[in-house]
C-alpha cells in the first residue's frame, strides 16, 4: 500500500491562491475545492491533505499502466544518467527501437514515424503529411471530435468550446455517428449509416472535390466516448478514399490496447494511412509520434524537426510501457475488466434513467447524464463528480455538453478495484437520482449494445 503523502510547503489554500495568480484562468480545474496531487501509485493518488484516491481517469487516459510503475522508473532514472537530450538531427537507439516497435505493431505497411511531444503536434504532423502526398489542402474532421490545442488542432476539433481564436481554415466538418443523438433523427434498429453516406455531399458540396485527408477517432475521447457503430470506418473511410484522400486514424486516446483491441480502429477492420498517437504510449511522460507508409512518408522531405520529439527519457518510457502491456497481457485485462465495468454501468443506467446512455469498449466507457426527453444534464454530471470525489474515487467528464462521465481506469486495474468503483457511481447515482424526484419521471433510453 502506498504511504500516504502531505506536501507541507503550502497549505491547501495557498496552493489555490498560486493557481489563481499565476495560471492563465483558461486552465480549468476540476471539483468545487480543486485537488492538489502530489503522488501516485498504481491505480491511486494522493492530495496534499494526505486523502488517497481510486484514480479511474489516469491523467486523461494517459497513466495506462499505472503511476509510477517501476519499470518505467527504473528506465527513465537509467537514461537519465545516460543521455538526457540530444534532438531528432541526431539518431539515438531508443528513438530508433521505437520507430522500429511501432512498425511492427501497427497495421498495414505503416512503418515511417515521426516523433513530437504531444497529441497535437502528431495531429499537425499528420495533416502536412497528408496534405504533401495528396498535394490537396481541405481536410474533413468529425463533429464532436477533439484534435489539439494549437490553431490547427482547434480548428479540426468539432466543439465549439474547445476552438476559442481559431480563424478560417480549410476543414469541413462532417456529421459524428453520435448514435445516442443520432443527427438524422434514426435508431440503431432503422440505421443505415446516413452519417457515413452524407460524406459523398460534403465532398460534393464544401470541398473543391479533392480533400487530402478524414482525420477521425475511433471513438471520440473528449467528446464523450462517442462510439461509432460497427460498420461506420468502413464505409466512410471507403467514399473519403473514392475521392483521393488519406484517412488519419486519430489513436491519442485509444491507442495500445485501451479498448481491449491493439488499437481502436482494431475493431473497425480499417487500415489508416496514418496514425497519430500520444497519451498512453509513455505512461505520462510526454510523447507524441505520427506513423505512417513509405508511400505517404516519401513525400514529407523537410526540412522539419521536433526539438523535443524523440527524447530518449520519453523513449525509454514508452519502450518501457510497451514491455509490460506485452508482458502483464494489459490488452486482454481492459478487455475483461472492460466487460465488467460496462456491466456494472449498464446496471446503474436501467435502475436509474438519467444515466441516458452508456458507450464506449474495454476500459474507456462512459455514462451520459440526461433529464425528460434525453435533456442534457451538465449540472447532475457535475453531482456524480462530486460525489464520487466525496466517495473516494476520480472520473473524468466530456461531450459537447459537458454532461457525460468518463470513467478510464489505469489498465493494470484488477477487478476488485472495478467492483469498488461500481459500487461508488453506484451509490453516487442513487444519491443523485434521490435529490431530484423530477427524475422519475425521466423514460429510459439508452441505445442497445451492439
Same mark, same amino acid.
Given at each position: 500500500?502506498a504511504?500516504?503523502a502531505?506536501d507541507?510547503r503550502?497549505?491547501?489554500?495557498?496552493f489555490?491562491a498560486? /493557481?489563481?495568480r499565476?495560471?492563465?484562468p483558461?486552465v480549468g480545474? +476540476?471539483? /468545487?475545492? $480543486?485537488?492538489v496531487?502530489?503522488?501516485?501509485s498504481?491505480?491511486?493518488v494522493?492530495?496534499?491533505?494526505?486523502?488517497r484516491y481510486l484514480?479511474?481517469?489516469?491523467?486523461?487516459?494517459?497513466?495506462?499502466?499505472?503511476?509510477a510503475?517501476?519499470?518505467? @522508473?527504473?528506465a527513465?532514472?537509467? *537514461?537519465a544518467r545516460t543521455?538526457?537530450?540530444t534532438?531528432?538531427e +541526431?539518431?539515438?537507439?531508443?528513438?530508433?527501437?521505437?520507430?522500429e516497435?511501432?512498425?511492427? =505493431?501497427?497495421?498495414?505497411?505503416l512503418? *515511417?514515424s515521426f %516523433?513530437?511531444t504531444s497529441?497535437t503536434?502528431?495531429?499537425?504532423?499528420a495533416?502536412?503529411l497528408?496534405?504533401q502526398?495528396?498535394?490537396a489542402?481541405e481536410?474533413?474532421a468529425?463533429r464532436?471530435?477533439y484534435?489539439?490545442?494549437?490553431?490547427?488542432?482547434m480548428?479540426?476539433?468539432g *466543439?465549439?468550446?474547445?476552438?476559442?481564436?481559431?480563424?478560417?481554415?480549410?476543414?469541413r466538418?462532417?456529421m459524428s455517428?453520435?448514435c +445516442?443523438? #443520432?443527427?438524422?433523427k434514426?435508431?440503431p434498429?432503422?440505421?443505415?449509416l446516413? #452519417?457515413?453516406?452524407?460524406?459523398?455531399?460534403l465532398?460534393a458540396?464544401?470541398?473543391?472535390g479533392?480533400p487530402? @485527408?478524414?482525420?477521425?477517432?475511433?471513438i471520440q475521447?473528449?467528446g464523450?466516448?462517442i462510439?461509432?457503430?460497427?460498420p461506420?470506418?468502413?464505409?466512410?473511410?471507403?467514399?473519403?478514399?473514392r475521392?483521393g484522400?488519406? %484517412?488519419?486514424?486519430?489513436e491519442? *486516446?485509444?491507442g495500445?490496447g485501451r479498448t481491449?483491441y491493439?488499437?481502436g480502429?482494431?475493431y473497425?477492420?480499417?487500415?489508416?494511412?496514418i496514425?497519430t498517437?500520444a497519451?498512453?504510449?509513455?505512461?505520462?511522460?510526454?510523447?507524441?509520434?505520427?506513423?505512417?507508409t513509405?508511400?505517404v512518408?516519401r513525400h514529407?522531405r523537410g526540412?522539419t524537426?521536433?526539438?523535443?520529439?524523440?527524447?530518449?527519457?520519453?523513449?525509454?518510457?514508452a519502450?518501457?510501457t510497451?514491455?509490460? =502491456?506485452?508482458?502483464?497481457?494489459l490488452?486482454?485485462n481492459?478487455?475483461a475488466r472492460g466487460?465488467?465495468?460496462r456491466a456494472g454501468l449498464?446496471?446503474?443506467?436501467d435502475?436509474y434513467p @438519467?444515466?441516458?446512455?452508456v458507450r464506449?469498449r474495454g476500459l474507456?466507457?462512459g455514462m451520459? =447524464?440526461v433529464r425528460q426527453d434525453?435533456a $442534457?444534464?451538465?449540472d447532475?454530471?457535475?453531482?456524480v463528480?462530486e460525489?464520487?470525489?466525496?466517495?473516494g474515487l476520480l472520473?473524468?467528464?466530456?461531450?459537447?455538453?459537458?454532461?457525460?462521465?468518463r470513467?478510464?481506469p $489505469?489498465m493494470?486495474v484488477?477487478p476488485?478495484e472495478?467492483g469498488?468503483?461500481?459500487?461508488?457511481?453506484?451509490?453516487t447515482?442513487?444519491?443523485v +437520482?434521490g #435529490?431530484?424526484p423530477?427524475?422519475?419521471?425521466v423514460?429510459p433510453?439508452r441505445? $442497445?449494445v451492439?
Open positions: 500500500m504511504k500516504t502531505v507541507r503550502r497549505s491547501h489554500e495557498e489555490l498560486a /493557481q489563481r499565476y495560471l492563465v483558461g480545474l +476540476y471539483y /468545487q475545492d $480543486p485537488l496531487l502530489v503522488e501516485g498504481g491505480t491511486h494522493t492530495d496534499d491533505r494526505g486523502t484514480d479511474f481517469f489516469g491523467g486523461i487516459l494517459t497513466v495506462s499502466i499505472g503511476h510503475h517501476p519499470a518505467v @522508473a527504473a527513465v532514472s537509467e *537514461q543521455l538526457v537530450h534532438s531528432t +541526431y539518431i539515438t537507439a531508443p528513438m530508433l527501437d521505437l520507430a516497435r511501432l512498425a511492427a =505493431m501497427t497495421p498495414g505497411g512503418s *515511417q %516523433f513530437t497529441g503536434e502528431a495531429n499537425e504532423t495533416v502536412a497528408a496534405q502526398a495528396t498535394g489542402s481536410i474533413i468529425l464532436h471530435s484534435s489539439g490545442r494549437s490553431q490547427l488542432g480548428g479540426l476539433t *466543439q465549439a468550446p474547445w476552438r476559442q481564436g481559431v480563424g478560417a481554415l480549410p476543414i466538418h462532417a455517428p453520435y +445516442y443523438r #443520432c443527427p438524422v434514426r435508431t434498429d432503422t440505421c443505415a446516413e #452519417c457515413a453516406e452524407d460524406l459523398e455531399e465532398i458540396t464544401s470541398t473543391n479533392r487530402a @485527408a478524414l482525420v477521425a477517432e475511433p475521447g473528449v464523450g466516448f462510439t461509432p457503430p460497427a461506420y470506418f468502413e464505409k466512410a473511410v471507403g467514399i473519403v478514399r475521392h484522400a488519406l %484517412f488519419i486514424d486519430d491519442v *486516446q485509444t495500445f481491449g491493439a488499437f480502429i482494431s473497425y477492420g480499417v487500415e489508416p494511412d496514425m498517437f497519451k498512453g504510449l509513455a505512461n505520462g511522460l510526454p510523447i507524441g509520434a505520427a506513423i505512417t513509405q508511400d512518408g514529407y526540412p524537426i521536433s526539438t523535443f520529439g524523440g527524447n530518449p527519457l520519453s523513449m525509454r518510457a519502450l518501457a510497451l514491455d509490460v =502491456m506485452d508482458e502483464e497481457h490488452m486482454d481492459a478487455r466487460t465488467e465495468l449498464e446496471e446503474i443506467s435502475r @438519467a444515466v441516458g446512455d464506449g474507456m466507457q451520459e =447524464m434525453k $442534457p444534464a451538465p447532475l454530471a457535475d453531482e463528480m460525489g464520487a470525489r466525496e466517495r472520473v473524468g467528464r466530456g461531450g459537447l455538453y459537458g454532461n457525460t462521465i470513467v478510464a $489505469p493494470t484488477p476488485a472495478v469498488e468503483a461500481l459500487a461508488i457511481l453506484a451509490d447515482v442513487r444519491h +437520482y #435529490c431530484h423530477e427524475l422519475r419521471s423514460t433510453t441505445v $442497445p451492439e
